[in-house]
């Protein structure tokens, strides 16, 4: 189970990445024509979020991170996905730093997860 859950924090990290470079060409007017695919490494994101918290309850982390990270992912997609309705005009810039916060809430969870969970699987020998 440790392999997997590194190999999903890995995956996470890495898209992670990629969603920064776009939020940043986003952010200063370019690449508009890829926020399908940001959109959907989001949802990736959060789908590893959720795995990560679903390995860290078999693992015994605290059922109150496992939730966290359930709500939170949830949270991350409904902002997301309705974030271009929200607050339009001059005030939408609070949505766009909210949903970065957001992301960054979230992979951090997920890194936390993770690293709570190896810790009360046995060490490798």
Known sequence: MRSTITAIQMGIRAAFVVQLALGLAFWTGNALGLVDLHQLIGILIVLGLWTQAVLAA?????????????VWGLVVIVVGLTQRDLLPGSAHVVIEVLHLLLGVGAVGLAERLATSAKARLAPVA
């Open 58 to 70: 078999r693992a015994g982390v605290q059922p109150g991170m496992v939730a966290a990270a359930a």
